[in-house]
Structure formats: C-alpha cells, structure tokens
C-alpha cells in the first residue's frame, strides 16, 4: 500500500489556508457513490491543493482521471460544495504517472499476492442468491437465452463461450448470475463485470503485479463476465481479456459472456476477439411482450403474499395497466410494481386505475427531469469515449455520431432551445444542432442500429 497521503503533508507544510478535511469528504464520497464506485476510483483520489474557488486533486494515472471526469465529476462537484461552497471547479493532477510503462505490464514479479485480489474480489463479486433460474421468468422474448444457459449448466463446455446479449434490464445479469449459482454447486466459478475486471486490470499493473492477476483469472474452471462491452476502445485491457479468454477456452474452462449488442456490433474492440466472442453460442434477449410481463408481475405478487401471508390487494386491471404501460425494460417493470405495491398497502385500498395513473405519473408521462448534462454524460458513457472528447472540436466519425446523437436527445428530451444546447456543446452555432438532430432522425429511421442505440439510451436515462 502506497501512502498518498505523506506526499499530501508534504505540499501542505508550507501551507496556505487549509479548511476541508479531506478524510471526510472521502467518507462522503463513498456514501453518497456506493462502495464498489468508491473503491475503484474515488478512493485513489487525494487533496493536492485548496484554494479559495477550486481544488487540485491527485489521480494515480490518466486513464482515472478521465474516468473520473467522465462518470463523477459533476456529482463529485456538488458534493465538494456542500463542504465548502466557493468552489466551483476542480484541477486533477496525475500524480504518479511515470509510474506504469508497457514492459512494466508483462515483467515477472515474485510476490504472491493473489489473495489480495481474492479478497477484494470477493467481496465485490458475490453471487446474489437471489438472482437464480427458480426466479427467473420464462417468455418468448428470453426463452432461447434460458434454455441455453440451463444446457451450459447441465453439460459444461458444449457451448463455449456462451454469448448473452440484449438491452439493459431485460435479465442478462439475472441469468449469469443463476448459472453461477449453479455451476457454483459443482465447480470453481468466477463472476465479475468486465469493469471490475478492468479496475483489477490496472490495479496489477499499478502494483506491477500482473503474474498473479493472469493467474487468478485463468484458475477458474467456470468464467462468467458480465457487460463485456466496456472493453471496447480500451487495447490494453482487450489485449488481456484476450489472453485469459484463450487460456480458459484451452483447457476447457467454461466461459459466458454478456453484452448489450452481438459480438460484430462490438465497434472499436479487435476482430480477432470479436470472432471469439462468436465463436460458440450467441443468444438474445428481446424486450418482454404483455404476457412475459404480466406473468412476472403475477410471480412477484405471489412471491410476496407466500413472504407476508398478506394479499397484495392488486386487480387483473390494474396488473393489466401496468404491464401494458410499462414500456421499457422489466427493471423499470419492476421499478413500477414496487411503487404501486407500497402505495396499496399505506392506503390499505384496492387500487383503481386512476389510483396508478397518479402513482406512476412521472413514470409514465416521462416528467422525470433530464438535464443536458446527463444527456452528454450517458452517451459519452454508452460510446465509451471521454466526455471532453464528445464536446471537442474534432470530426472524426466515432466522436461526431455520439455527440450528434447527444444534440438530438437534448432537443428531444429536454425543453432547451437550439441556440442554448449549443452553447452546451462548447458553443456550438445553433445550425449545427438543427443538422444533428436530422442527421440522427434520418439515420434513426433507416439504420436499425441507430434505432436501437436511440432506445436504449432513452430507457438509460429515463432509470432512476
Ligand atoms: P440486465 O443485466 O440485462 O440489465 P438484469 O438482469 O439486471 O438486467 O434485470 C433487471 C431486473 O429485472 C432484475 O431485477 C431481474 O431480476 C429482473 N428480471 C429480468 N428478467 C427477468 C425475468 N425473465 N424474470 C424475472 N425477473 C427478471
Ligand atoms: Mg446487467
């Protein structure tokens, strides 16, 4: 363990005024962004400098620091201001970033520290109990991917690797997560998301302790990762994801993948790991239709009348309501029964329709607030580029399709005027807005791709 903070005493004994407690804004951080965020990256973050309106903080590499400013930054902002309210902006120096070289990556290194890694991985990467094929309803939108993955649990290795993919909260995680459960009966499973994958990735490669990262994930007879698209544009980590990959698939480690689109639309990942993605057996998962949803909405409410001994109080209308209304995905599905489930039982009442039109308002009628800013940040998010880049002045096409595509869900999402989101897109002309929002309506009703690119991203930040 290095300690920053020496080096933070350091810069402070010559000291100007000083008034944030750094300890308690890291506290903060982990409360208010949930520990697997805190430990992966805000920890690593330490005070450099205070001044009066903005703080220099220290990142261990670049790649942090535009993880960070594209993921936290703004939420890491206010947050700082609820300490000190001057502060309007922050400075990320990278501090120790001389430290990680190419040949660093592959040199050998005695120590053993796989117990390290176990531990922080298992804390981190814990199969939910719940999550199994018991709870996991069957329907014609996820059937196949079901019974592929039941046969990868009765027959290791006939399918490898086994290839999930579909849009967000239609089950991907429900079903690793179940054939985890079970194979973890009979055998050594492995499940974690390809960016807890990516955080351990450089943690050895910090630590410069990459032996034992390769070895712990090649030991796994069972290798499950989940939401494999956040390796695209990241070579590094593709390179190793590679190498583990073909290891495991060499001794017949059985190896299951999920993706939010096939294999080939994996853009800026290498064709060679593309093909080997696809190489076994790639499966998909629809968006649900009325009977999947009705049939998960009636298992959920006998689940929790066997739990509570109580009757949930919910009619077939009101079921039917809400299945029918409840367009998105299951989570949201879910989201939307919890809520009229909790409404039913303060009020003691049968609900009546208009009972859930009001409860579900917001759902429904999309009055959820949607800023620009979290516009840019969820598609800079979902193309995996940094946010700087989006904004920037450059042309390229896998910078101008993700940020034109954020022009146009803010026209469409939000109630800002042309000329102001282009101001929000460093200062953009309003024309340039008016010409993305038809290049990407054009686009949207020819190309299939960009069809459900648009979908997927109005669902992302239409979730809580
Ligand atoms: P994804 O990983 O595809 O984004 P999840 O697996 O996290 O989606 O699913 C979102 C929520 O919906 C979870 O609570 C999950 O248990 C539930 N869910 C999804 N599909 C089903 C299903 N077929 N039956 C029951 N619950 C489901
Ligand atoms: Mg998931």
Known sequence: MEKKSIKTQEIFSNEEEKTLVWENIQNAFEKNFGSEVYSSWLKNISLLKEYNDYLVLGVPTRFFRDWIVSRYLDKILSLLKTFKNTINRVEFKISEENRVTTTDIFKDNAFNKVTEIKDSILNYNRLNPNLNFDSFVAGSSNEIALSSSKKVCEQVSRYNPLYIYGGVGLGKTHLLNAIGLELEKKTKVMFISAERFMYHFIKSIKKNDMVNFKDFFRQSSVFIIDDIQFIRGKEGLQEEFFHTFNSLIDKSSQVIISADRAPMKLDRVQERIKSRLAGGLVVDIDTPDLDLKIKIIKKRLQDIENQFKESSNISEEVINFIATESKTNIRELIGVLNRVIT???????????????????????????????????????????????????????????????????????????????????????????????????????????????????????LEE
């Open 343 to 461: 409404f039913s039982r303060i009020h003691k009442k049968e609900l009546t329709i208009s009972d859930c039109k009001n409860i579900l308002k917001d759902v429904f009628n999309q009055a959820k607030i949607i800023t620009v800013d979290k516009i840019q940040n969820v598609v800079s998010n979902f193309f995996n580029i940094p946010l700087a880049e989006m904004l920037s002045q450059r042309r390229s096409r896998p910078l101008a399709r993700p940020r034109q595509i954020a022009m146009y869900l803010a026209k469409k999402m939000t109630t800002r005027s042309l000329p102001e989101i282009g101001r929000r897109f460093a200062n953009r002309d309003h024309t340039t807005v008016i010409h993305a929002v038809k290049t990407i309506t054009r686009l949207s009703e020819k190309d299939d791709e960009m069809r459900k690119n648009i979908e997927q991203l109005r669902s992302l930040l």
